[in-house]
């Protein structure tokens, strides 16, 4: 239990020794004026209920605090909530945009890495055209200048 809770009822447990060991006292009549008139009445006994009314409405004002926490803190919690799902959303549809993006670009890659692979295909071929022409040339003139081999 908590010290709040232990010194209060410590407290109330005090008050109730109290006024039982003076218990004559508190019920002796005594005269009381309600500014209006005058009245015969034990002051002890009032004063104890109103003591416990106070008390009464103390504890049903703490009850109406702690309730209205207790309110706050689910609708905070409920908040948090709300606030992690759309923060979820949000990643998760950044995400959906990041591979979107990712495979445009990888898309946009290929395309450029096949256009580049056509013009290096292009580019071989005609190396190797020219290089047999020159072979081919060269040839020509080796069997211009050479006399023909003999037979064996």
Same mark, same amino acid.
């Given at each position: ?10 407290? =109330? +447990? #005090?008050? %109730? /020794?109290?006024?039982? !060991?003076?218990?004559?006292?508190? *019920? @002796?009549?005594?005269?009381?004026? $309600? &500014? ?11 004063? =104890? +209920? #109103?003591? %416990? /009314?106070?008390?009464? !409405?103390?504890?049903?004002?703490? *009850? @109406?605090?702690?309730?209205?926490? $207790? &309110? ?13 799902? #759309? ?66």
């Amino acid at each position: 239990m908590p010290l709040r809770t232990l010194l209060v009822l410590a407290t =109330l +447990a #005090l008050v %109730a /020794l109290f006024a039982a !060991v003076n218990w004559a006292a508190f *019920t @002796a009549p005594t005269e009381l004026s $309600l &500014v209006v008139g005058n009245v015969q009445a034990p002051l002890g006994v009032i004063l =104890l +209920a #109103l003591l %416990a /009314l106070e008390a009464v !409405v103390f504890f049903v004002y703490v *009850t @109406a605090m702690q309730a209205q926490r $207790l &309110v706050d803190a689910r609708r905070f919690g409920q908040s948090v909530q709300q606030q992690m799902q #759309l923060a979820e959303k949000a990643e998760a549809s950044r995400l959906t945009e990041l591979r979107g993006l990712l495979e445009t670009e990888m898309a946009a890659l290929r395309t450029r890495l096949d256009a580049m692979e056509g013009q290096l295909r292009r580019s071989l071929d005609e190396s190797n055209n020219v290089l047999a022409a020159h072979i081919g040339e060269v040839e020509d003139k080796l069997d211009r200048l050479l006399p023909p081999a003999l037979p064996r």
